[in-house]
């Protein structure tokens, strides 16, 4: 009996990922869990900065399996003129490139979205950065930290009149790539009736902006500036809607109240 061949929606997508760490690589790595054929291309000094990152599992670093699953690995010397034609090879063979590189990197490489397309029209293109691929900012390094600085993040995070705190986790990183994640499915479903693809800018900064949505509600309305609340909900209709509860080492949130029908959720 012969094996199946799996079926997922992304099954016969192929995506050629030019990753170094954090975004480019989550966003890769959704593509890849919904079974698109993901070939991560690294530098072959080295490779992804992240397989350096502790802890180690049996010698392999623990960040970056998490962020590389599902991915077949090419080691290419894209400044070289045979890396950068094998680069091509792939490309017009490919669906999706994803790369988080400083912007203006691949075109240094002579492997940017203009020259790219040329060769395959039906390219998409998703490029994640700290700023966005123009404007005054596009060329400082951009890491988690100052995103969620710039984008106002760490001002609304933490105990009420305490310092800036920064999110828990890379939360720009990881919304960052989730979008790139988005338009890419986008421009996929938008080539299928045009038979072209296109560019996809998403960044770091943005990412952060986008996530204050109640916030820049409040502030619009009401031209008061948000601060932090700590555990408690930014819900007007009664900010005590949360209590913890502390025991030892242990803490519940636990709901006091809430002016939500039940079965309504949050």
């Not at 790595?29 to 291309?41: E, R």
């Not at 996929?188 to 204050?212: C, M, N, P, W, Y």
Request: charged fraction near 20%.
């Amino acid at each position: 009996m012969s094996k199946a061949i799996p079926s997922h929606p992304l099954t016969g997508i192929r995506v050629i990922e030019v990753g170094n760490y954090m975004a480019g690589p989550f966003c890769a790595m959704q593509l890849a869990d919904l079974g698109a054929d993901v070939i991560k291309v690294e530098n072959p000094d080295g490779g992804d900065s992240a397989r350096d990152s502790a802890p180690f599992l049996e010698g392999e670093s623990s960040p970056f399996i998490r962020l590389n699953r599902n991915k077949r690995s090419l080691a290419i010397n894209l400044k070289a003129p045979e890396g950068k034609e094998l680069f091509r090879e792939l490309v017009k063979g490919a669906d999706v490139i994803v790369e988080n590189l400083r912007p203006g990197t691949m075109a240094d490489l002579e492997l940017d979205y203009g020259r790219l397309s040329a060769l395959n029209p039906r390219l998409v293109y998703v490029a994640a950065s700290g700023w966005g691929q123009t404007g005054p900012y596009a060329q400082l390094p951009g890491l988690d930290i100052m995103a969620q600085a710039m984008s106002g993040l760490m001002s609304i995070t933490g105990e009420p009149n305490g310092n800036p705190v920064k999110v828990g986790v890379p939360i720009c990183d990881l919304v960052c790539a989730l979008y790139g994640t988005i338009g890419a499915l986008a421009a996929l479903r938008v080539r299928e009736k045009t038979g072209r693809g296109q560019f996809i800018d998403v960044s770091l900064f943005e990412a952060g902006v986008s996530l204050e949505v109640w916030e820049a509600g409040r502030y619009f309305a009401t031209g008061e500036v948000p601060g932090p609340l700590g555990t408690l909900s930014g819900d007007p209709r009664g900010r005590r809607l949360l209590h913890r509860w502390r025991h030892h080492s242990t803490q519940l949130a636990l709901p006091l109240r809430s002016s939500r029908p039940p079965g309504m959720g949050g």
